[in-house]
Every structure is written in C-alpha cells, then in structure tokens.
C-alpha cells in the first residue's frame, strides 16, 4: 500500500503527487523568463545561458531511470522524501550562488533530486489507484499540473525576477518543500520497499545509462561551438555509445533488481508511447528558452512583461489537459487524440517559425501559444496512460522513470539540436557568427520553430502506430 487510510488518503495522494511534480516541472522554465538576468548578474558568457537550463536537464534526464527504480526497491515515503530534501536544499543553495560554477552545479544538484522525486509521484498514483477512471482523472490531473507547472514557471520567474531578484525563482522551493515533507512523512506508508532476499539496486546499469545519457546530450550541445569533427565533440559522442550499449548489455544479463528491465520495452504502447513523448519533449521544452529571448530581445519585454506573454500558454494548458482532454480520454482512443494534439501542435509551432518582431505580440506569440498549448494538452496525457497501462507493480517505477527520462532526454538533446541548427540559420542569413550582442540576434527562431513544427508531424505519424485501447485489453502485457 502506497497510502495509509487506502481510499480516504487518495486526495492527499494526488496533492502531494502533484505538487512534487509542479516543483520539478517549474524548475524547468522558471528560469527561462530570468535568464537574462541571470547572465548580467553572475557574468555568463553569450552561451552561458544555456547550462542553466541544461545543466538541470543533463541531471534530471541521466539519473531518472534510477531514481525511479529506487522507488520500487526501497519505498516510496523514503524515496519521496529524500529525493523532496535534496530538491529544497539544492534550491536553496542556488538561490544564493554568486558565480557561475556554483549556480550551474546546484541546478545538476537540483536536477538529481528531480530525478528521484519525479518517478516517485507518478508511482504513487499508479500504485494508489487500480486502471479504470479513477487512474485516468489521477493521471489526467498530474499531467496537467506537471504542463501548467512549465507554463506557469515563466508568469511566475518573470514576476519574481522583475519585483524581488532572480534567485527568487530557486529559493521558492524551500518553503513548498518544507511544507510538502512533513506531509508525505505524515501520510505516506513506511513501506520498506520490494527488496527481498537480498535484491540490490542495479549499480552498474546506473551508471553505464546516467554516463551514456549525460555524454550524449554533452556531445551534441558542443557542435554548435566546435563542430562535428572536433575532438571533444567525437569523444563525448563516441563515449556515449558505448556507454548505452554497455547499459544493453548489462541489463541482458540476470540481475536481482534490474535498472529497466529490457521487457517493459517489448509491449508497441511502451516503446512507441515513450518515443513519441521523446520527440514531443524535444520540442515543447525548448520553446521556453527560444520564447524568453525572442520576447526580451526582440519585442522588448520585460521579466514581468515576458511572464504575462507566456500567461496564455498557462491558461490553455490547464483548460485543455485538466477539462476536455479527461473527458475526451474516455470517448476516444489515445492514439487519435495523441495524433490530434501533434498536428495542432505543429500548426502553431509552423505559425510561430513566421513571427517577426515587428508584427507585435498577437500574431507573434498569441496565436500560436493557443495552437502549441492545446495540442500539448491534448497528446500528453493519453501518452503517459499509454505508457503505464498493463505495467507490473514491481515495475512501476521503472516505467515511471522511463517515461519520465524519455521527456527528459528529448528536451536537453531538443534544445542542444535545435540550438545548433538555429545559429547555423543565422550565420547563414547574417554572414557572421552572432557571438556578440543579444543572444536572440544569435538565431534563427523561424528555423528552429519550422523544425519543431515537423518534429510534430512525426509525433502524429508514430502515434498512428500505437495499439488501440481493445488491442492493448486483450495483449495485456505479461511480465516475465
């Protein structure tokens, strides 16, 4: 039992899991809005800005699959709380950093933290309520937390950076933390975990995927300033490869508590569920980062002024994902509307890729924050009920984890990708390399939007592929 009380707790259940998964999710954006602040105030460099955000994601992304078997192995109160504790304190440490290194290396600390509560709160939902609508409004309703959160993360980083300091965007978290921790002590089951009979945490598929991840997403952010043949580029790449195939190989052998069992990847709705949130992360995570400078740089905004852009954003998220998208779940397939929320998706990120500064914030970003949101809202949560549905309890977690590490991955290697891509649109369109100046005089936002848009396409394309709700009923996934 995930609760005490079963039923009665279930509300608190969803609270706590909710608000765990806001704060991760905020800690994604909040700094987006304040990253120009940021780079004046701790003298980063015109790529500098970037390791904020991706700093926080290379963590969060290498350690997810780990920490969400650690919640199968030593139990949730335990896993929750300490992953909560490392999230609040790190928080706090950054908040109060004065130079770079120290303000990069709390957002990894906060990103590991992320990484062991994330999976923790989709777990205990999964192992609170059984399949039906019970799970589905749970679900629904976390997804939809966890979208406002991103949204939500710049109103707030832009209002906390434009009335009080930018490191109000971290030091945020202690409180809901230490109001947060209690709780889960208070309602959340000693449960001592499934290990038994000297089961142990898979060490070294730990550390062959947290390596392979991190080297990957490493690789690819440094052939924007060094190119695809440079030595750094070329090792990082290559040691990233034999990292995930020595993961492979470790995790085909037998192992008392495998990091990610290899047959959670047998089922078309697992692994065509998580590809398609792995493309999808790639492209609505980073518009975030693109956004911010494009609003600050290009229209002129302000922190407060940039927050209130990304307000609608917010708003059609939470009215999509939290209202119509539960109650669509239970008339349509999730393949159809997974398909749906892509193409629409991909309408305002095409829309988005034709904006220009001088036409003004609503054909700019109104118009196409309606489109992007709503389709988000759409695909997300019958993606995550995709990826969950006939999952073993002692598997819970690692399926948490994997989908969460899919998201992940596919935002920190979306933004190196189309960071790249993006500044190679505007050497070509400017002759010159755009380190000096603004950082948004440095892309090509149309370039990196018209790549998203048909990233999207291929999300609704794979989505066609996914086994329909009567398929999946009858070829229920069997563990082994």
């Known amino acids: 039992m995930a609760v005490r009380g079963g039923g009665p707790a279930g509300p608190v259940v969803v609270a706590l899991a909710c608000a765990a998964q806001f704060m991760v999710v905020l800690d994604i954006s909040v700094v987006n809005v304040a990253l120009p602040s940021i780079r004046q105030a701790l003298g980063f460099g015109a790529a500098g800005p970037q390791w904020v955000v991706n700093g926080y994601a290379l963590a969060f992304a ?48 906060q990103g590991l933290g992320a990484a062991v509560l994330a999976p923790a709160t989709l777990t205990l939902l999964t192992t609170t309520f059984p399949e039906g609508p019970g799970r589905t409004r749970a679900l629904a309703a976390w997804t939809s937390v966890g979208l406002a959160g991103g949204t939500a993360g710049n109103l707030i980083g832009g209002a906390l950076t434009e009335f009080l300091s930018w490191r109000w965007i971290l030091l945020v978290n202690v409180p809901l933390g230490a109001v947060a921790l209690p709780l889960a002590m208070a309602f959340l089951s000693t449960g001592g975990g499934r290990v038994r009979g000297g089961r142990r945490l898979d060490v070294a598929g730990a550390v062959t995927v947290t390596s392979g991840l991190m080297l990957l997403t490493f690789g690819v952010t440094q052939v924007r300033g060094r190119g695809w043949d440079d030595a750094v580029t070329v090792c990082a790449l290559g040691g990233a490869v034999l990292a995930l195939a020595a993961f492979v190989l470790v995790e085909t052998r037998p192992a008392a508590a495998p990091l990610m069992p290899l047959r959670l990847l047998r089922p078309r709705s697992i692994w065509a569920g998580n590809l398609v949130l792995l493309l999808a992360g790639a492209c609505l995570n980073p518009m975030w980062f693109f956004l911010t400078f494009y609003m600050q740089d290009g229209l002129g905004y302000g922190g407060l002024r940039t927050g209130l852009g990304f307000l609608p954003h917010t708003v059609v998220t939470i009215a999509v994902g939290l209202r119509l998208t539960p109650w669509l779940m239970e008339r349509v397939d999730a393949r159809v509307l997974i398909g749906a929320g892509a193409l629409v998706s991909a309408a305002g990120f095409a829309w988005q890729a034709r904006a220009v500064p001088e036409g003004g914030y609503l054909p700019g970003v109104l118009v196409p924050a309606v489109l992007i949101s709503a389709g988000a809202g759409l695909l997300n949560g019958p993606a995550a009920v995709a990826v969950t549905r006939g999952v073993a309890p002692g598997d819970a977690g690692a399926a948490s984890g994997l989908m969460n590490t899919a998201k992940q991955v596919g935002g920190a290697l979306g933004l190196a990708v189309l960071s790249t891509l993006a500044a190679a649109g505007a050497v070509g369109a400017s002759g010159a390399s755009g380190a000096e100046g603004s950082l948004a005089g440095s892309f090509d936002h149309g370039r990196a939007f018209l790549a998203m848009a048909a990233v999207m396409v291929a999300v609704a394309a794979l989505a066609a592929t996914l086994p329909s709700a009567a398929n999946e009923r009858t070829g229920a996934h069997r563990p082994e």
């Open 62 to 109: 290498g350690f997810l699959l780990l920490g969400g078997r650690l919640a199968d192995l030593y139990g949730l109160r335990r896993v929750f709380a300490a992953g909560l504790a490392l999230f609040s304190a790190a928080s706090l440490v950054g908040g109060l950093a004065t130079t770079p290194g120290v303000l990069v290396a709390a957002r990894a600390a």
